[in-house]
């Protein structure tokens, strides 16, 4: 007897041990692909050997694809200024990562931004880098420099990836927030107008009732997503439907901002959807699904509308463009309670502070890294990035415009073409141009209008035409200027402070009660959201306010443009 | 053999016991000098990281040196223990807990004793394989496969409503009550097979001599699995079940992660949702240590309780 436990102790032991080897022996084996899949080239390449080769390591916070050692746009880069680029992409969470990286202060040369990280004092202040060795990323970031200072400490150490524009970009496709509807529908009714959530419901309704299921799968006639982080298809749409652009969990009037989820207009929208759900027009499964099932309702073609950021969704209406059901692809409506009320759901982008690359304490040679960025926001380098090489990845018409082929197109929609091809990792979160060239072209190929006509689907042309609109853009009011302090989303509620518990606590409340009132039945519906709004007053929703407004008065005061 | 090896050790223990000398030492050179890395190991990876467990008496902000970190006592504990949900997570987490080990123990034990009653060695390869596989799938993959399984659309629905046991499909995912079990029965899917293997390695063990005397005697299957099979892996069983008490609130994360919404959350959030969204999200790394610190005594407190337990009825002890 005294044998087996013996034994399985000596099991164990050598177990942990083997365990123990296998495991440093495949963190080894990731460090060595890691370095596989840089680009490695003999000096010899370099004109001439007057450039010296050097790397960067960088960190990706998202998931991402290495490129191919070969990618011809990492080769260009390397020819001229000497530098290529050993990129890290985020596996798995991403404040897990953080958290080992600040432990061991184990970071690499570039890093894209996060709070986590600007609060353990990982990033290098850049302003007297930028002064000094780099006048093109000073004239690039110059109407923009107050507001990239960190609102703790006034040190700029993120350069931002989106948000600084040159003129007032067309854009094309709309990637934020609205009530989407399938452009079946509307074509159905007889490509109507709809402004207004009831009118938006009646189509869906009667849409449902006359055709019960698509394809062989019942009709959704309403989707909803709130799992996770991904939690706005519940939460936000309130603050549209009054009339206010999207200010995450906070309505701002007169610069004073305070939460909607308790207030009488945030009531309605959830009322309306409770009678929806009596009505059996919103999905029964919408508060259990994960994203990946979401998204697969939505792929298939049955789901009649949702709330939802377009970028959220755009992988499964990508989907159906490969089946050909483009029928069954959307139309972003940006809804208001009633005809009065002035929508604004599309805004102008604003400098996201979150995003962009910093430069970590650990970088060896800051100074070339700031000189090779400072390079590669020139023009040229801009066009070559962004577009890719003339005549092989588009090419010039004779009005000096840039267009591209049907292959051009198809190659840019193709993952695995842009990993050999384009420099994409580097690109999307790089300073980089947005707007136009100097000489009228789009920086976005999405975006130059002529170019998005000619890539136009038969059905979507005709559509579009129905309407008499040149792009699903237009179905929303132009974007009136942004405050100065806006979004509030972008806020940094700092670590552990009360506001952001808080506001996890609050979050908390409405993902447990709003999927309760939506389902109670309706003559209940009243009952859970007094209990709800009895829950939220517990909090100390103040805390909350004031730490957006405090931000909001100081962004106010510091970015105002003298 | 194995008898007589221990009672050799004893006498020369018994011998040697009192003087420790260096030729002793040293003729033990080789022996010491193997338990080095051992010694090692375990003091660099199980007792230097206590350490860091004074991370939960201080308002730890990452990156500073140790003397520039601000003391603030019991603070955090504080905050588990005075927080409305704590209890309730407690509660989740306790009884998750529970219903994994002993389904867990039930199904592996029932499943091992009725593979050993297989002599077709092929059926019972076959059905070892098939019920040890899903082992290898990570949670996010099994909890995949669960949810899809339980949509209304779903193969549970699906099999319900043909046999005209409900006469529409039940939202499983949206109901509290069905919670615990969803996860009980998750684990028992993914862990069953690969529990098993462990207690069939003790049935074969078993002399079969005394299967031969009982067949002489007349016994039946089922007093042979009674008499002869339970008693002869019950120290494994013992000892397998010391063990996992160590673990009783570590529920898992995964799963009620992964399934858990807003519907079900007074059922689903253990103390490890809690600890990721009032510890790591907030980067209040301290509270997530003291909740560490706090499941830690728990557990070894367990552990010893079973250990003693089992002291008490004379069986099989871990310690």
């Known amino acids: ?562 | 053999m194995d008898e007589t090896l221990t009672k050799d050790r004893t006498v020369r223990k018994s011998k040697n016991e009192k003087k420790m000398t260096w030729s002793l030492i040293k003729s033990q050179s080789q022996l010491i000098y193997m338990s080095v890395p051992l010694l090692a190991y375990i003091v660099l990876f199980a007792y230097v990281p206590i350490w860091g467990w004074t991370m939960a008496f201080q308002d730890y902000k990452p990156a500073r040196s140790f003397s520039d970190q601000k003391w603030v006592g019991f603070k955090h504990f504080e905050f588990l223990f005075k927080d409305d949900s704590f209890l309730q997570v407690l509660r989740n987490t306790l009884a998750m807990s529970i219903i994994n080990l002993i389904l867990g123990f039930t199904t592996a034990i029932i499943l091992a004793l009725l593979l050993n009653e297989i002599k077709k060695v092929f059926w019972k390869r076959t059905v070892q394989t098939i019920s040890y596989l899903p082992h290898f799938l990570s949670w996010i993959i099994v909890t995949g496969i669960v949810a899809t399984s339980l949509a209304s659309d779903g193969i549970v629905n699906d099999v319900l409503l043909k046999l005209n046991l409900i006469k529409e499909p039940i939202q499983w995912l949206s109901e509290g009550k069905y919670f615990w079990g969803i996860v009980g029965a998750s684990h028992v899917w993914k862990e069953v097979g690969w529990n098993t293997i462990i207690y069939l390695a003790a049935m074969s063990a078993i002399d079969p001599a005394l299967y031969e005397a009982a067949d002489i005697d007349g016994a039946s299957r089922y007093r042979k699995m009674l008499h002869i099979t339970l008693p002869g892996i019950k120290p494994t069983i013992i000892i397998l079940l010391i063990m996992s008490i160590g673990h009783i609130l570590e529920a898992g994360f995964e799963v009620q992660y992964l399934l858990g919404n807003g519907l079900v959350v007074d059922w689903s959030q253990t103390i490890d949702i809690f600890v990721l969204k009032y510890g790591l999200a907030q980067g209040n790394y301290s509270l997530a240590t003291a909740a560490g610190i706090f499941k830690t005594v728990v557990s070894v407190t367990m552990l010893l309780f079973a250990n003693w337990m089992a002291k008490r009825l004379g069986e099989e002890r871990l310690l």
């Open chain 1, 1 to 562: 007897m005294g044998g087996t436990s013996k034994t399985l102790f000596r099991l164990g032991t050598i177990l942990l041990l083997s365990l123990s080897v296998i495991l440093s022996g495949c963190s080894g084996g990731t460090k060595l692909s890691g370095n596989k899949n840089t680009p490695e080239q003999s000096a010899g390449e370099n004109n001439g050997g007057k450039v010296e080769p050097f790397e960067i390591s960088v960190f990706i916070g998202e998931a991402g694809q290495q490129p191919t050692p070969d990618n011809k746009i990492y080769k260009m880069i390397k020819e001229e200024t000497g530098a290529s680029f050993k990129f890290e992409f985020l596996a798995g969470d991403i404040d897990q990562k953080l958290g080992v990286m600040i432990a061991g202060s184990d970071y690499p040369d570039l890093m894209t931004g996060n709070t986590k990280l600007t609060t353990a004092g990982a990033y290098i202040p850049l302003e007297d880098l930028i002064e000094e060795h780099a006048p093109n990323l000073k004239k690039h970031y110059e109407r923009y420099w107050n507001m990239m200072k960190d609102p703790n400490d006034g040190h700029i150490y993120i350069l931002p990836n989106y948000g600084v524009l040159n003129g007032d970009p067309a854009s094309n496709w709309y990637a934020g927030p609205a009530f989407w509807i399938q452009k079946a529908v509307l074509e159905d009714a007889g490509y109507p107008q709809v402004k207004t959530l009831d009118e938006y419901f009646d189509l869906i309704a009667k849409y449902k009732e006359k055709y019960p299921t698509i394809d062989g799968t019942p009709t959704i006639g309403f989707e909803i997503l709130n799992y996770d982080w991904r939690n706005w298809g519940l939460f936000n749409a309130p603050q549209h439907l009054i009339g206010h652009p999207n200010n995450g969990g906070v309505v701002v009037k007169d610069g004073k901002a305070e939460i909607f989820a308790d207030k009488d207009y945030a009531k309605r929208y959830y009322q309306k959807l409770n009678e929806m759900n009596a009505a059996g027009l919103v999905d029964k499964e919408a508060f259990t699904q994960n994203y990946d099932q979401y998204m697969a309702k939505i792929s298939s073609g049955a789901v009649l509308g949702m709330f939802d950021q377009h970028w959220n969704f755009q992988t499964a209406e990508e989907s159906l463009i490969t089946q050909e059901k483009l029928e069954r692809t959307y139309i972003g409506l940006p809804l208001v309670y009633d005809t009065s009320i002035r929508d604004h759901y599309k805004d102008r982008p604003a400098l996201n502070l979150n995003n962009g690359f910093g430069i970590s304490v650990n970088a060896k040679d800051p100074v070339k890294i700031i000189k090779l960025m400072d390079r590669l926001i020139e023009e040229d380098w801009q066009k070559i990035l962004l577009w890719g090489i003339p005549d092989e990845d588009y090419y010039v018409n004779e009005e000096g415009r840039f267009m591209k082929t049907q292959e051009q197109r198809d190659n840019f929609n193709d993952g695995t073409w842009k990993l050999g091809n384009k420099a994409d990792a580097w690109v999307k979160f790089a300073p980089k141009m947005e707007g136009y060239f100097s000489d009228g072209n789009s920086t976005d190929a999405a975006a130059q209008p002529e170019e998005f006509k000619a890539g136009l689907k038969p059905y979507d042309r005709q559509f579009l035409e129905a309407y008499g609109f040149d792009s699903p853009v237009d179905f929303f009011s132009e974007a009136p200027e942004n405050d100065i302090a806006y979004p509030a989303w972008s806020i940094d509620l700092v670590d552990g402070s009360e506001a952001k518990i808080v506001n996890t606590k609050q979050n908390e409340l409405s993902t447990k009660y709003l999927p309760k009132a939506i389902l109670a039945k309706p003559s209940d519906f009243d009952k859970v959201w007094n209990e709800y709004v009895s829950e939220i007053g517990k909090l100390n929703i103040k805390a909350y306010e004031d730490r957006i407004n405090e931000v909001l008065q100081w962004r106010t005061e510091t970015w105002s443009v003298k």
